[in-house]
């Protein structure tokens, strides 16, 4: 199942990209593990790596061992708007389950005596 996110933006890598790190806004991921968990091919990653470097979309946050860690730039105006965008499409989708749910009936309890 797409992600709301890709939905409305579009299902491309740096999207895919996008998605995985507004989901995981708070943590650091080297790029083995972004590629994976963005369903993207590391080939791939890597042909887009500079333009969200250059965007400052992604920053690196430190080293483990030979590993580099790379976050969401959250303190990037863009990435903020894109924070927003995320969290309004999650609210909006919210609102009509509960709507959808309200407006279900209720199923009887049945009772054996």
């Known amino acids: 199942m797409r992600s709301l996110f890709i939905e409305f933006m579009g299902d491309s890598p740096v999207v895919r990209v996008l998605d995985y790190l507004l989901t995981e806004r708070n943590l650091d991921f080297s790029i083995t593990d972004l590629a994976e968990n963005a369903n993207i091919g590391?080939?791939?990653?890597?042909?887009?790596?500079?333009?969200l470097i250059k965007n400052k979309i992604i920053i690196h946050t430190r080293e483990i061992g030979k590993a580099k860690l790379y976050k969401l730039n959250t303190e990037n105006p863009k990435i903020k708007k894109l924070m927003e965008?995320?969290?309004?499409?999650?609210?909006?989708?919210?609102?009509?389950?509960?709507?959808?749910?309200?407006?279900?009936?209720?199923?009887?309890?049945?009772i054996s005596s």
């Open 42 to 51: 590391r080939a791939t990653l890597y042909r887009i790596w500079g333009t």
């Open 85 to 110: 965008l995320d969290d309004m499409l999650i609210l909006d989708e919210l609102k009509k389950r509960t709507e959808k749910a309200k407006a279900a009936p209720m199923p009887q309890l049945q």
